[in-house]
């Protein structure tokens, strides 16, 4: 595995997942929300990357992806508050299917 490329493929897909924030204008922290969706992006790269092997298919990093991504969502969506934040629902179902491309690109490009 190529792990600068899993590296960036995490931390340009998180990036640009959590960049949607400059599209509240009510949001003053929206620097710190894109850093952190760059750290959760490349986290679920490398954890998608180190449990694959050389031999896995495209539809295992499909797989992998999504449920990394998922849970990763699931652990924001609980810090915010759970159900009580208004925006935190929105943030499984996109870190899931983040996390799933991310894992097809690295079936193809890091492998």
Do not use: C, H
């Given at each position: ?25 009510r949001e003053?922290?929206?620097?710190q ?79």
């Amino acid at each position: 595995m190529n792990i600068p490329i899993v590296v960036l493929i995490g931390a340009v897909l998180g990036a640009l997942a959590a960049a949607g924030i400059y599209f509240e204008p009510r949001e003053p922290y929206k620097p710190q929300i894109v850093a952190a969706g760059t750290i959760r992006g490349t986290l679920v790269a490398v954890l998608t990357g180190l449990s694959m092997s050389p031999d896995s298919g495209w539809l295992s990093g499909l797989g992998l992806g999504a449920v990394y991504g998922a849970l990763f969502g699931l652990v924001i969506y609980l810090a915010k508050g759970g159900s009580a934040s208004k925006d935190a629902p929105f943030v499984i179902p996109v870190s899931g299917i983040t996390g799933a491309l991310s894992g097809l690109l690295i079936v193809w490009l890091a492998f």
